[in-house]
């Protein structure tokens, strides 16, 4: 790829805004099929914040998870009306940005959250809607008995109104019977909220942590599956609440690859190691613990079949810096580029940028038209960690 006839320096990210349009159109053509109207799609935006201004139009909401990732929103100038505020830490000078940012909807993931919030808002006129978020036996959200609380004492908070539930358990789900064993749950809960306390939700705030293929042999019969199997259980099941889906992963991954070049050459020429001038560092695919997978990677140049079995670290000097095994590349060179595909989710997030006081990779995006914008440079670290 090049920016301005310029070969771009590895390592980097690209990510494309075509393939991200191409990919987000799909799901609606699904959810056409099955007239969910009733679906919406919230981006969660921990997966790739660089992405927001060109998700935008293409989402109708974004969970922001920390202070920092509000900040990020307000640089972009984001809508308030689109953000839903969650996280399982919220500071209270976060909620109170966030008021003050025009924020209207909140998740609370504890008592203390909701008392908090609670408190922040009956100080001034504001009408909040809040989505009490309920915990699967992990460290997010609340038991059913607290929300339970929250719902039946609803009439003494007027100006916060309880108008959903919040869900989540894990990403990388690969099967739907897992998500549908976690809608049967909360259609129970709120099968009981409802004949309880009489309580009608109006939205299911609700990650199904859709998989993505990251590596060769990946058993997925097709990318939409899942989600299309998603869409028409909703649809078949009629609820009287909008089903907001919330995913980062599924949105994103797709669209975005990370390139680096070989820095060294060693080994033996049946069995060569390559160094890369990237590392683990900047790549997180999720389920590649100890290397026992081999993500999908693929070069700009011609590897012919005398392609030989390469061992790829990366530049971090660390024995966990092993990133594939027996790659099988033709006559590896020096300066031979690598694309990692897939990458568009997490990795530029999750990686963990400040060991070796190694730069942080260049992010672009190809946008629309074809042209490359460079959305940050590569930045030293080394500041950072003296
Ligand atoms: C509350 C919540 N919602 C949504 C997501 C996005 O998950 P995924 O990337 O699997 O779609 C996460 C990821 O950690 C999350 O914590």
Redesign the pocket.
């Known amino acids: 790829m090049t920016n301005g006839g310029v070969e771009l320096k590895t390592p980097y990210y690209l990510f494309d805004e075509s393939v991200l349009r191409r990919h987000i159109t799909e799901l609606y053509d699904i959810r056409e099929k099955y007239t969910s109207d009733d679906l919406r799609f919230c981006y969660?935006i921990?997966?790739n914040p660089f992405l927001i201004p060109y998700i935008d139009k293409l989402v109708d909401h974004f969970?922001v998870?920390s202070w920092g990732e509000l900040k990020i929103c307000m640089h972009y100038k984001v809508d308030p009306d689109k953000i839903i505020l969650?996280g399982v830490n919220k500071e209270s000078g976060m909620i109170s940005d966030a008021l003050g940012y025009g924020v209207r909807v909140f998740t609370a993931e504890s008592m203390h959250q909701y008392d908090e919030i609670v408190r922040q808002v009956e100080k001034t006129d504001i009408q909040i809607r809040l989505l009490p978020r309920l915990s699967n036996g992990a460290q997010f959200g609340m038991d059913e008995h607290c929300i339970e609380e929250i719902i039946k004492n609803r009439d003494n908070h007027p100006s916060v109104n309880i108008f959903g539930i919040h869900y989540?358990t894990g990403?990388?789900k690969k099967k739907f019977s897992k998500i549908e064993s976690e809608l049967k749950l909360l259609e129970e809960f709120i099968g009981r909220l409802k004949s309880e306390y009489g309580f009608e939700p109006e939205l299911l705030e609700y990650?199904p942590?859709?998989g993505v293929p990251y590596f060769v042999g990946d058993d997925f019969d097709n990318y939409y599956t899942v989600y299309e199997e998603l869409v028409k259980y909703i649809a078949d099941a009629k609820y009287s609440y909008r089903v907001n889906l919330?995913?980062?992963?599924?949105f994103v991954a797709s669209c975005g690859e990370y390139v680096t070049s070989v820095a060294d050459v060693k080994g033996t020429p049946d069995a060569p190691i390559l160094i890369l001038d990237g590392g683990r560092n900047h790549i997180s695919y999720y389920g590649q613990n100890m290397v026992m997978k081999t993500p999908i990677i693929t070069m700009d140049r011609e590897n012919d079949n005398e392609a030989v079995p390469c061992d790829l670290y990366g530049s971090l000097c660390s024995f966990n810096d092993m990133i594939a095994r027996a790659v099988m590349i033709s006559k590896p060179q020096i300066g031979d580029r690598l694309i990692f595909e897939s990458i568009g989710?997490y990795s530029i997030t999750e990686g963990i940028y400040l060991f070796l006081s190694r730069d942080l990779p260049a992010v672009y995006i190809k946008e629309a038209d074809g042209s490359c914008k460079m959305l940050r440079d590569s930045d030293p670290t080394y500041g950072i960690n003296a």
């Open positions: 969660a921990k997966a969970e998870c969650s989540f990403t990388q990650g942590g859709l919330e995913m980062g992963r599924f989710a």
